[in-house]
Each structure stands twice: as C-alpha cells, then as structure tokens.
C-alpha cells in the first residue's frame, strides 16, 4: 500500500457535523492534516484560498446555494487543486456531473477506513505524478523549440503572425498568403474546430492545453489535400504579450516508410502473415502471460502433405497461390488473440494462448482446434484452372510458464509434426505421449457423459443442513438438505463431480443436466412431504452460470415446480457470487420473478468473488453461505475467523440468515454456533448420502 504523503494538509467540506468530526478523527490517525472543515461550498472555496490544502475531501450534498459538484469545478479551475467526492447518493446524473470536474476519487457513503485510506493515497499519489510529468513537458519543449521544421506564430485570437519558408514548402501558400490570417485556414475538420475552441478557452482561462503535448494530426495544404503531420506548441510572453509558436513536420513519407519497415521486418511478403521474428515475439510475450495467469498455451507446427509435388508438376506460381489460400483458411480457424505465422516453405506455426489451467482441458482444448484446420485445409482448392485438395500435418505441443525456451518448444512441435507424417499425414499428434492420452481421455469421458445422459446414470445425493442451538449443541436438528449430483457410470463406476461439472459446463451438457437436477430435487421435496419428519425440509439447488444466463430459466424453475407439484417455499437456489459480476440488471429481474413464486436464495461461497455491496442489498436474497475456505482454519487463523464474524453481521444487517459450510469438528461448530451463524452444513453431521441412507441420519 502507498503511504501518505507527511502530513498532507486536507480541507473537509461536510454540512453533517457528526460525520465531519469522524472523518477528521480519522484523517488524524492515518498520519493526514485535516486543516480545516466546511460546510457550504462558497465556504470550501474561501477556506481553500486562505490554507491552499494539498486536498479537499468534498460532500456533493451540501448545505447553501452551491453543493459540492460547483464548488469543485471552481476549485479545480482556479487552483488545480485534487478533489474527492463523499456522496450517499449513486445516482447517474450526479456521477455524470461529478465527473465532469475530473475528481480524483469518488468514495460511497458508508465507507471503511481502508477504503478512505486508499482512495485518498491514490489520489494524492496521482496528483504528484501528473506533477512530475508536467515538470517533464516543459523540458522537452525546450528541445522541440530548436527543431528545424516549419515554424508558426500565431497570436492569442489564432492570427498568423511569422510563416518560415519550410512551412511554406509543407503547406503550398506563401507568407504574404498566410500571414494576418486565422491558422484555421491550415487546417481540414475536425482540427479547425477544436483549435478555435482551444483559444476560446485560453483566452478566458488563460489555460493552455495544448502547449507542450506533441500531436499528430492533419493539416490541409493549398490544393486542399490532407495530410498527416507532427505539431508541437510551445509558448513564449513579452510583457503582456503571448506568442504561441509551432513547430510543424510533414510525417507523409515517415508513416509510409515506417510501415515498409515493420512490414518487411515482421511479415512474410507472400501471405501477409506474421513471419519468425514477429511470432518468437509473440512466443515470449505468451510465456509470459502464461507464467502470470497459470494459463496453458500451444504451439502447432504444421506442415502441408506433398507440397513439393505440386510445385514440381504445377509450378512454383501455383504453389504461391495454395500457401496464399492456406493462410486464409487458417487465420478463420484461430480465435481472436491467437498468432498464425509462415516460417518459410510450406510451414506454418499456430500459437494458441490463454487455454484452460488444467492440462488435460488445455490439450483438449488445442485438438479442437487442430481438428478444424484439418477439416478447414482439407476442402478443395481452386488454383486458377486446377481443382486440388491438400492435406495438413499437424504437431501440437502444450506449454505453460516459461519451463522451456521458445527453440525447444518449436524444436517439440516439429518433432510432433513428424509424428503425425509418420501416422500417414492429415492427423494431428501431441509431443507428449502423456498429453496425447489425456487429450483422449478428455474426448472419451465427453462421448461417455452424452451416453449417461441419455442413460440416465444421474444420481442425486443429499447433504444435511443442521439448526444448532446454543444450549444443545450435541443435538442438531436437521431443516433440510443440499442437492448434489453424482455420476454413476456404467462403465467407470461413480465419478466425482470434480471429473465431470467443468466438462458439462464447457460442452454445454450442463443445461440438460442441470433441469434433470431441479427436476429430480423438487419431486424428491414431493416425496418428502409425505412423512411428517421431512415435510418441512427445505432443498438447496445449485444453479450454473450458464443456467442462470439462459433467457427460459425463470420458465424451467416454474416448469419444475408445476412439473412435481413441490412446494415453492422448500426449494433453495443457490447462486455465486461470479454469475453477479454480467448484467445484474437482468440478474435481479430473473430472481424477483422466480421470488414472486417463493422460491428462495441463497448466496454460495460468499467472501470469495467480487460482489458489490451495493447490489447485494438490491438481490432478493434470503442466506449467505460462507464458504467453507473460511471455516477450515476459522480457529486457526484469526483472519478467517473475522471474515466469519463480518460475513454474520453483514448477513444479519441485511435480514439474511446465514448458514456454514464446510463444518467438520465439534470446534467450527461451537464457535460458528457462538458468533451467530443460522444454520451448519458439513462431515460433523452427515457425508452426502444417497435418500435411502439419509434417512439413518
């Protein structure tokens, strides 16, 4: 974390008195200088003249005439001085006009002494280095003042006053055609609009804003052509007269020739493909992505089928135009992101990057790929009156982090190439033997999970949610249960869900699977009612992202219901706290159509993602669920334990119960139960369990 700036002097601007005297408290024990407090804006901007604060901690709701969005526009316009809105309020078209007098932070009431903290070291951070910066503008202009480019001066109301003989020859006019008249007439729209807007404000601000900043534009030469050039403004005073003067280059030839460059440099003249150079850049920069995210990346080397037959019987010309098709077709298969380079010849590498964590995704991930080349290159080509199918030769290798270098990894990807000539071409091959099987196993358990949905091996098992009280703590009751679906596979036995969720997810199989569990869970609740022991037992569902985000869940919630006859009351929908993260707009609407049938909701494995507070008190929720990363070491590490306690009170203060899981010793049960926690899920009081064990319970 930044430290404060020693002592940094800060003006608080509140009409509330109570909250004042907080933040000044506060303010004092962080190290700051709260110099003085106001409450009206015309007051702010008094007391900032007077005590030239190095901040001003602004309400935007205040007592008087101004509120604080005014007050801070004045500040900002006559002491550039750096600004930090409080506000209650969220609404748009307060941030619209906050933001209009460019605020260095924005901090919604209530807030914690971390987040004041932090908004307030970054504030003054930034305003340091916007500082710093400047300092190191002007000493460039003093450099870009000696260039020998066209020169122009111009006064204050943009009359040209000097016009050199370069810029003569840049823009096609002679001095005695420039000079006395507005710089506008140099310039196409949109320039010549915004420059006179930019002497507008100097001359009623005395602001300068483009002085120092190096520009690339557009100028309009005498026969009315356009063309790209450099401007630099610098400004010089003689008593009370300014002069601004610029300097100009023509940079018509200098874009064209940097292009030629880069493009001989990095690109394959052929294809128009990156060439080895650019895609061992790009290599790099993947591994060192791949080193940050713990994300897997590939490399395919592939190489085309009887190449050289076609160049020896149709010509080297004809061959140019297969490679030229080959690239085409290749660029359509990759993903956005993903790098196709020409090495030379008929070789082609394929750089994949961010795939899956795991390596048997990863691997499972580039076949899928490969595999569309193959079909991609495989299909006819027409070259010029030639009608030819060509075939590819694909060597994959996975990568992650930077454990080998960028040779290696192509030196693999070669050899897997060679491979995969050796198994009579058009085929992929992995370098690894160990990859190569994981990718097979990957594609056989996703053939196998379409034949158990479709032969219903699906098994749900149940979970017990326990009520502990204080005074019986060795006596839970049992208020319901958590949904759990198993896998039991006809031919691999039970599978846990670790083998299966991702790949259901990823291959879209989770739709149907998921409504088999609403399904199955509410006709279980059905069931249950039967038998005054379980008739009033609530039943947690878990719902996937990609469920959720289906525009006919609310209509698959309702048709379960209907479907079973359960009773919405006892069903449980239990959401993370990631699905929050897209949309909570249309989050919320779902969720209040499906409340309105009474069903509830919970919060799973709170405290571990990203929510806003601000939208979870919108949500119609009815439990958090802490997550059970939180209860292992909850009397262990005192930081778990308080994320325990504030996760309660959160909960509480929003009307919510709250319920742990996770819970395996008689520990986490008696401290969970003394700090508030509602209710307990956990091995303490029962593994899932199929419904004929449950009931031993």
Same mark, same amino acid.
């Given at each position: ?37 106001? %409450?009206?804006?015309?007051? @702010?901007?008094?007391? #900032? ?14 007592? /008087? #005439? ?70 190191? #503008? ?43 008249? !507005? ?10 609009s915004e420059h006179d807007h930019y002497l507008q404000h100097f001359r009623n601000t005395g602001e300068a804003r483009?002085? /120092? ?32 003067? /610029?300097?100009?280059?023509?940079? +018509?030839?200098? =874009? ?8 001989? @440099? ?5 294809? /128009?493909?990156?060439?080895? =150079? ?14 940050? %995210? ?45 790098? #196709? ?31 569309? *080349? ?89 979970q017990v949610q326990v009520k502990v009280d204080n005074n019986k703590l060795h006596e839970p009751t049992i208020t ?11 031919? =691999? ?26 399904? +199955? ?12 022991? %379980? ?6 569902? !878990? ?8 525009a006919d869940f609310v209509t698959n919630v309702y048709s379960a219901l209907e479907k079973t006859g359960a009773r ?49 008190? =919108? ?26 306690? +504030? *996760? ?26 003394? *700090? ?22």
């Amino acid at each position: 974390m930044l430290s404060p700036a020693p002592q940094a002097k800060i003006l608080v601007v509140e009409d509330e008195t109570i909250v004042a005297r907080d933040i000044h408290a506060q303010l004092l024990e962080m190290g700051y200088n709260p110099v003085g407090h106001a %409450t009206q804006g015309e007051e @702010a901007i008094v007391m #900032v003249a007077d005590l030239l604060p190095d901040l001003v901690l602004m309400d935007i709701q205040l007592a /008087g #005439v101004m509120d604080g969005i005014a007050a801070a526009q004045i500040i900002r316009d006559r002491y550039a001085l750096p600004v930090v809105f409080l506000t209650a309020y969220a609404a748009d078209d307060v941030l619209a006009r906050a933001k209009l007098t460019e605020p260095f932070g924005y901090i919604l009431k209530p807030f914690s002494e971390r987040e004041l903290r932090t908004v307030l070291e970054m504030a003054l951070f930034k305003y340091q280095a916007d500082a710093k910066l400047q300092a190191t #503008v002007l000493h460039t202009q003093a450099i870009l003042d000696n260039m020998a480019d066209g020169v122009i001066t111009i006064n204050t109301h943009g009359i040209v006053e000097s016009y050199n003989l370069a810029a003569s020859t840049i823009f096609g006019y002679t001095p005695d055609e420039v000079i006395g008249h !507005n710089i506008s007439m140099l310039m196409p729209e949109p320039y010549r609009s915004e420059h006179d807007h930019y002497l507008q404000h100097f001359r009623n601000t005395g602001e300068a804003r483009i002085v /120092g900043v190096a520009r690339e534009l557009e100028g309009r030469r005498q026969d009315g052509s356009v063309f790209p050039m450099s401007l630099t403004v610098s400004r010089i005073e003689r008593g009370q007269q300014i002069t601004f003067i /610029g300097l100009i280059r023509d940079v +018509t030839q200098h =874009r064209l020739d940097m292009e030629e460059i880069r493009r001989l @440099a990095f690109y394959d003249p052929l294809t /128009g493909l990156p060439n080895r =150079r650019l895609l061992l850049d790009r290599l790099k920069q993947a591994m060192v992505t791949s080193s940050r %995210t713990g994300q897997h990346g590939a490399l395919m080397f592939l190489d085309l089928d009887h190449f050289k037959l076609l160049n020896d019987s149709l010509g080297h010309d004809v061959g140019d135009i297969l490679l030229q098709q080959v690239a085409t077709r290749l660029t359509s298969c990759v993903r956005e992101g993903d790098s #196709v380079a020409r090495l030379g010849g008929d070789e082609f590498v394929v750089l994949l990057e961010a795939l899956s964590v795991h390596d048997h995704e990863a691997a499972t991930q580039a076949e899928a790929i490969a595999n569309k *080349i193959l079909d991609h290159l495989g299909r006819p080509y027409q070259l010029r009156a030639n009608n030819y199918t060509s075939t590819p030769s694909i060597g994959i290798v996975v990568f992650l982090e930077d454990s080998e270098t960028m040779d290696e990894l192509i030196k693999k990807a070669d050899v897997a190439m060679y491979q995969a000539k050796a198994a009579g071409r058009n085929t992929t091959r992995f370098f690894d033997p160990a990859m190569q099987a994981a990718a097979a196993t990957y594609s056989e358990l996703e053939k196998d999970l379409r034949n158990g949905l479709a032969n219903q091996e699906f098994v749900l098992h149940y979970q017990v949610q326990v009520k502990v009280d204080n005074n019986k703590l060795h006596e839970p009751t049992i208020t319901g249960v958590e949904a759990l679906v198993r896998w039991n596979s006809g031919s =691999r036995g039970m599978v846990p869900p670790a083998q299966f969720i991702q790949l259901a997810e990823e291959t879209g199989m989770i739709l149907p699977l998921g409504q088999w569990v609403l399904e +199955t869970a509410c006709a279980q609740l059905v069931e249950w009612a039967k038998s005054p022991r %379980t008739a009033n037992w609530t039943m947690a569902v !878990n719902v996937s992202a990609s469920q959720f985000a289906k525009a006919d869940f609310v209509t698959n919630v309702y048709s379960a219901l209907e479907k079973t006859g359960a009773r919405p009351e006892l069903l449980k929908l239990e959401l993370t706290e990631s699905m929050l993260v897209v949309d909570i707009e249309e989050i919320i609407l779902k969720m209040n159509a499906i409340r309105a049938r009474g069903v509830s909701f919970s919060l799973d494995d709170f405290g571990t993602g990203y929510s806003s507070l601000s939208y979870l008190k =919108r949500l119609p929720l009815t439990q958090l669920k802490i997550d059970r990363s939180f209860v292992r070491d909850v009397l262990t590490d005192p930081s778990d334990a308080v994320i325990a306690r +504030t *996760i309660v009170a959160l909960g509480h203060s929003l009307g919510l119960k709250v319920i742990a899981e996770g819970v395996e010793t008689e520990g986490q049960r008696d401290f969970l139960t003394g *700090i508030g926690v509602d209710a307990h899920q956990g091995y303490l009081f029962g593994k899932p369990v199929g419904v004929d064990a449950l009931h031993t319970l």
